[in-house]
């Protein structure tokens, strides 16, 4: 008989890129914890990965070879892909060959997220178990209606302050936009509860749609909006969207220097080193 074990079928990928137009080499950009020992940004979104249970692996895929020295250096399973990549999705669809071939089930952990509760992810998983068919699936949570007042007030500024999501009755993902969506009126009932879903750029995927992905030019809607996951939906390929609770700490993503001072405050208060 076959030893017993954790399920083999999920890979978590963490794409990393040196070059960043807002924030260059923040891979390596040292964040500090709880006890003020810094560590790089790789390093910490690595283990806030490796907190997620059900996974089999976590990956460090990136193109450049200070980050790759960096990773290997506090253990991590590291693969090269190519520079060319656009965006996230393609990186992880670059990884897919050196991925565990038993990895059915691939999740895209943002880099720059290492704030991300396990929990979210643990969701994720679940759902692409629970539905064999499901070739993609993101994550949303319902927006406050302070978050709410605080997209519309970004957008009026003209910020992006987030990605919105609307779904179909069977939860798949009809459209994403830096734009707030759907649209209320003001003065609406609503907007005390505003029907709102604030996106997560957390993925989950099946090789099949990863390489789908990587083959086809991304779209105009893509290309527009800046949104890498609109690709998916111009081909016809459903994106499942796993709607969860908002976290219970504010999971900030490391966009630019400003973001180091409250990371490292919710990494403190939460015991992190």
Same mark, same amino acid.
């Given at each position: 008989?076959?030893? #017993?074990?954790?399920?083999?079928?999920?890979?978590? &990928?963490?794409?990393?890129?040196?070059?960043?137009?807002?924030?260059?080499?923040?891979?390596?950009?040292?964040?500090?914890?709880?006890?003020?020992?810094?560590?790089?940004?790789?390093?910490?979104?690595?283990?806030?990965?490796?907190?997620?249970?059900?996974?089999?692996?976590?990956?460090?895929?990136?193109?450049?070879?200070?980050?790759?020295?960096?990773?290997?250096?506090?253990?991590? #399973?590291?693969?090269?892909?190519?520079?060319?990549?656009?965006?996230?999705?393609?990186?992880?669809?670059?990884?897919?060959?050196?991925?565990?071939?038993?990895?059915?089930?691939?999740?895209?952990?943002?880099?720059?997220?290492?704030?991300?509760?396990?929990?979210?992810?643990?969701?994720?998983?679940?759902?692409?178990?629970?539905?064999?068919?499901?070739?993609?699936?993101? &994550?949303?949570?319902?927006?406050?209606?302070?978050?709410?007042?605080?997209?519309?007030?970004?957008?009026?500024?003209? @910020? #992006?302050?987030?990605?919105? &999501?609307? &779904?179909?009755?069977?939860?798949?993902?009809?459209?994403?936009?830096?734009?707030?969506?759907?649209?209320?009126?003001?003065?609406?009932?609503?907007?005390?509860?505003?029907?709102?879903?604030?996106?997560?750029?957390?993925?989950?995927?099946?090789?099949?749609?990863?390489?789908?992905?990587?083959?086809?030019?991304? #779209?105009?809607?893509?290309?527009?909006?800046?949104?890498?996951?609109?690709?998916?939906?111009?081909?016809?390929?459903?994106?499942?969207?796993? @709607?969860?609770?908002?976290?219970?700490?504010?999971?900030?993503?490391?966009?630019?220097?400003?973001?180091?001072?409250?990371?490292?405050?919710?990494?403190?208060?939460?015991?992190?080193?």
């Amino acid at each position: 008989m076959a030893p #017993s074990g954790p399920p083999r079928d999920v890979a978590i &990928v963490i794409p990393a890129r040196y070059k960043s137009s807002r924030y260059p080499g923040k891979p390596l950009a040292g964040i500090r914890g709880a006890t003020g020992i810094a560590k790089p940004l790789v390093q910490r979104s690595f283990e806030a990965a490796g907190m997620v249970a059900g996974a089999a692996s976590v990956h460090i895929a990136t193109d450049d070879d200070r980050i790759a020295e960096a990773a290997r250096a506090f253990g991590a #399973s590291v693969i090269l892909t190519p520079e060319s990549c656009a965006n996230g999705t393609e990186r992880v669809a670059a990884a897919l060959p050196d991925l565990p071939d038993a990895a059915e089930i691939i999740v895209n952990f943002q880099g720059d997220a290492l704030l991300t509760p396990p929990a979210l992810v643990e969701a994720l998983i679940a759902h692409m178990r629970a539905d064999p068919a499901c070739g993609v699936a993101t &994550v949303a949570v319902r927006c406050s209606p302070t978050a709410y007042r605080h997209l519309l007030a970004d957008q009026a500024a003209g @910020r #992006s302050g987030g990605t919105t &999501v609307v &779904v179909d009755q069977a939860g798949r993902a009809l459209y994403f936009s830096k734009r707030v969506i759907p649209f209320i009126q003001p003065g609406s009932p609503a907007e005390a509860d505003p029907p709102v879903l604030m996106h997560l750029g957390l993925y989950a995927y099946r090789r099949q749609a990863l390489e789908g992905y990587r083959a086809a030019p991304p #779209s105009p809607a893509e290309e527009h909006e800046g949104l890498e996951q609109l690709r998916f939906l111009d081909r016809g390929i459903a994106v499942a969207v796993v @709607r969860c609770d908002p976290p219970e700490w504010d999971a900030i993503e490391l966009n630019n220097p400003t973001d180091m001072a409250p990371i490292e405050a919710v990494l403190a208060t939460r015991g992190l080193v």
